[in-house]
C-alpha cells in the first residue's frame, strides 16, 4: 500500500556532495515526518537528519552544517543534501516516513522504511 524509493548513493571521495531523494508513493493521506538513517558495518541504525511537515528540522551532531534535510509535500519526497563528505559518512543510509495512508474507508498510522541506498566515502 506505501512504498518508500531511495535513490542517490552512490562512491565518492573526502570533500565531495551527493543528494539522496526518497519518493513515498501510495495511498497516502499525510506524511508528518521524514527522516534519514543510516547503519554502518557492525554499527547500530542513527538518525541522521529529519525534518516535520511544518519543515522543522534536526540534524545529528555530526553532520551539522554538511548535510541539508528538505521535502516537497506535494511529491511526498524527502531530500538529503551531503556536502564535505569524510570517511566515517560512508553507510547505507534509510529513508523513514511516519505516515497515515487509507486503506478503503479506514485510515492507518505507520512507519515505513525504504529499501536502503549505499554511501561509500573514500580518503
Known amino acids: 500500500q506505501v512504498q518508500l524509493v531511495e535513490s542517490g548513493g552512490d562512491a565518492v571521495q573526502a570533500g565531495g556532495s551527493l543528494r539522496l531523494s526518497c519518493a513515498a508513493s501510495?495511498?497516502?493521506?499525510?506524511?508528518?515526518?521524514m527522516g534519514w538513517y543510516r547503519q554502518a558495518p557492525e554499527k547500530e541504525r542513527e538518525l541522521v537528519a529529519a525534518?516535520?511537515?511544518?519543515?522543522?528540522?534536526n540534524y545529528a551532531d555530526s553532520v551539522k552544517g554538511r548535510f541539508t534535510i528538505s521535502r516537497d509535500n506535494a511529491k511526498n519526497t524527502v531530500y538529503l543534501q551531503m556536502n564535505s563528505l569524510k570517511p566515517e559518512d560512508t553507510a547505507v543510509y534509510y529513508c523513514n516516513a511516519d505516515l497515515t495512508f487509507r486503506s478503503g474507508t479506514l485510515y492507518y498510522t505507520a512507519e515505513y522504511w525504504g529499501q536502503g541506498t549505499q554511501v561509500t566515502v573514500s580518503s
Open positions: 525534518i516535520t511537515i511544518g519543515g522543522s528540522t
Open positions: 501510495g495511498s497516502i493521506v499525510s506524511i508528518r515526518t
